[in-house]
Structure formats: C-alpha cells, structure tokens
C-alpha cells in the first residue's frame, strides 16, 4: 500500500494509459461474467457430451464459482503486495486458456480442469478493475465501480440469449475457443495497459495490514455476518437460477427453444445492471441501507417464488417478474456498504472480501444444491443422451431459492443501520 499523503507522480500520457487499463478491467469482468453464466445454455449439450446428469453438471458449472470464492481474500493480499502490473494479464490469459481446455474436453475431469482455469483466472477481474479505480482515479471510485458492476451484468445478458444463439449456430466448442481466444486478446492489451502508478521517490512502501488478524476482528461482529448472508442468498439465487437452472425450466415449462429461454432468462441480468447503481444512488441520497435491503429481498422472495409457481404466466407478466426479480436481487450492493461501514474503517479490505466470498458462494452452493434433487427425482427418462426433467422436478428444485431469498430479508431485518463513516 502506498501512502495516502504522498501522491502520486502521473503524466497525462499515464492517466489515458491508466484510464484504457481500468476499462480493459472492466471488460475482464464483462468477459469473465459471460463464461459464469454460459453453462445455462450448454446444459443439454454438456449432458450429452459427458452422460452426466443434473448433479454433475451443477458441480461443473460450479467449479468456476468454487475457485472465484476461495481465491477473493487471498488476491486482494496478493495485489497489495505486490501490485496489478502483469498480474492481471497474466490472469485474464489463464481465464482464457481455461476456455480453450474446456472446449477441447474429452473427459468430465477434463472439464472440470477448464473451468477450474477459467475461475482461477476470472477471480482477478472484478478486484482489478476496482483497484485500478482506486489506485488512478480514487475521487471517482464509486462511479467507475458502478460502471464495472454494470459490464458484470452486461455479461450476464450477453452470456444467455447471444451465447446461445452462437452455440446453436457454431456449436459448444467452436464457441468456446472463440471466447478462449477473445481472452487472450485482452491479455495483450491488458498487459500493455494495467500498471502501478509511479511512486515519488521518498515515499515509502507499507507492508499490508495482517490479514487473518483483521479477518478475526471482522468475523466476530455480527452484522458482518447478517450482510454477508443477506447478499449470499440473493446473489447465490440469481447465479442459481439465471446462470444455470432457469433456462431449462422454462424451456421445459413453457416449451421453449434455448435461445428463446434464454432470451427471457437475460432480463434478469438487464434489471440488475439498471438497478444496482441506480439503488446505490438512492441509498446515498436518503443515507439508508437497511430499509432498501429489506425491500430488495422482500420482493425477490415473492418473484423467485412466482417464477417457480406460475413459469407459464404471461410473456409481459413475466418479463416484468424476471427484471423485477434481477433488479431488487441488486440491493445485495448494499450489503457490502453495510459491512464496510459496520467495521472500522482500516479493516475495510477483510469485510469486503469476505461478505464477496459469501456473495459468490451462494451460487458455488446453490448450482449443485438444484441438480442433486432433480437427480433426485428423475425417472430414468433420457432424450438424444441427455436426461429429461419434469417440470414438477424443476419446481421443487428450485424450490430452495425463495427459501434462501427470505433467510436473506431475515439478515436484512436483523441487520442495524450503519454508521456513516
């Protein structure tokens, strides 16, 4: 960590390099969101690849979500000690080596190797743009962090009806190489983008805080706990049911083809991109949490489970139910502000990465939780080598998500309204 009361020495030839790093960044984690969700539209394809059924491919779609997690608090020690320069290329090119071993698998082992990689790879894109951020242009941390979280979603949606439309057209592992391939093109122009700022030359470098003793601090103040279940259980949902499960369901409910299903499944993603700022604004403003977390898990609970009790709605019914779903799922932002605020300001790095973890761990769950009951209850129907669901087996299923939704306005409502640091 540099000092705060030394600046930085920076050129304008420097800014615009930086300014081209943080957007590359951002493009990272637009990319890396593509490939979280893209298992939703290869499900009856990697079922039929591999002979595996429901609770195997949740485990594989998973894995990249599993790596993502784990690896949240370590980067973030990683990067403060040793900087962004490189790193993050070099990331970004194992995320798209990850793509390239995934589409050449002959193996479920081998799969589950390509999606390790492109986690492993994937879990410095978010953390890189935000450092970038904060490192170059610290007055306007909020806004740029805003605009990367927004390229996440986008990836959401791109990764749904686009990605599907490209497998059906191109196949699942001609259009995996192609992202493989587009990943490591932004390595290149990340490794000639994303650097350190210059330090002045009597400036000194800070070893970083201990991270575990700040983690035990963290860790012993329950509101920490209530954010971080409170955004798991509404992020975990929506990776659950948009990144995996909800477009089969409503293929088979509503009888769909996949692009189709996930053409609606994308909305979800476009309610969160337009919500997740726009419910930062409006937290700021009032200068409350806690009531916009409360109401965003209140009406996520009541959508998710309208999805699952009535898929057959009508198509502007449900368009409205799916962004209403994806944009409230949004106040899980809000967690983060409030675990950051709940402890004291020097431990904000040991709050962040962990309520993150629980944020992309509730998915990392949840994927595996819904295909060990459909497995569970599937009749030994297979059509072309994949295995056939009803749409009674997706509903309960998938009947957990509404439950984690309320366990989630539950920590809401547990949680105090944080004291504005």
């Avoid at 439950?403 to 949680?415: E, Q």
Wanted: hydrophobic fraction near 55%; charged fraction near 10%.
């Amino acid at each position: 960590m540099t000092s705060s009361t030394e600046p930085y020495s920076r050129s304008s030839t420097e800014i615009r390099i930086a300014a081209a790093g943080w957007l590359f960044c951002a493009i990272f984690f637009f990319y890396a969101f593509i490939l979280r969700v893209a298992p939703a539209v290869m499900v009856d394809d990697l079922m039929r690849e591999f002979s595996v059924g429901a609770a195997i491919l949740g485990n594989l779609s998973a894995v990249y979500l599993y790596i993502y997690a784990g690896l949240q608090i370590p980067v973030g020690l990683f990067i403060d000690r040793h900087g962004l320069k490189n790193l993050i290329a070099f990331a970004c090119a194992v995320t798209g080596i990850g793509a390239v071993v995934f589409a050449h698998a002959e193996t479920v082992s081998m799969a589950y190797l390509g999606r390790f990689l492109i986690g492993a790879g994937a879990a410095f894109s978010f953390v890189g743009a935000l450092n970038m951020a904060a490192r170059w242009f610290p007055s306007r941390f909020a806004v740029l962090g805003g605009w990367a979280q927004m390229l996440g979603s986008a990836g959401g949606f791109a990764g749904q009806a686009p990605l599907g439309l490209a497998i059906a057209t191109f196949g699942w592992r001609s259009t995996n190489i192609g992202l493989g391939i587009a990943g490591l093109i932004l390595a290149v122009l990340l490794f000639f983008t994303v650097r350190d700022p210059a330090r002045h030359g009597t400036e000194e470098r800070r070893e970083p805080a201990p991270l575990w003793h700040g983690l035990k601090i963290v860790a012993a103040n329950k509101q920490t706990w209530f954010a971080s279940v409170a955004a798991g259980g509404l992020t975990g949902t929506l990776l659950a049911f948009g990144g995996l499960w909800g477009v089969p369901f409503l293929m088979n409910a509503r009888e769909l083809t996949k692009p189709e299903a996930a053409g609606l499944v994308s909305v979800c993603f476009i309610g969160w991109a337009i919500a997740a700022p726009l419910l930062g604004w409006v937290s700021d403003r009032i200068g409350k949490r806690r009531p916009i977390v409360i109401l965003g898990t209140g009406i996520a609970t009541a959508g998710t489970a309208a999805l699952i009790l009535w898929p057959t709605m009508p198509e502007p019914v449900l368009i409205a139910v799916l962004v209403a779903q994806g944009g409230f799922s949004a106040s899980m932002i809000l967690c983060f502000a409030v675990a950051k605020e709940s402890n004291a300001p020097e431990l904000s790095g040991a709050s962040l990465g962990l309520i993150n973890t629980f944020a992309v761990g509730g998915g990392a769950v949840l994927q595996p939780l819904v295909g060990l009951i459909l497995d569970a209850r599937w009749d030994g129907a297979i059509l072309e080598g994949a295995r056939v669901y009803g749409v009674d087996d997706y509903r309960l299923g998938l009947a957990v998500l509404p439950v984690c939704c309320a366990v989630s306005m539950l920590s809401a409502i547990l949680m105090r309204e944080p004291k504005r640091q």
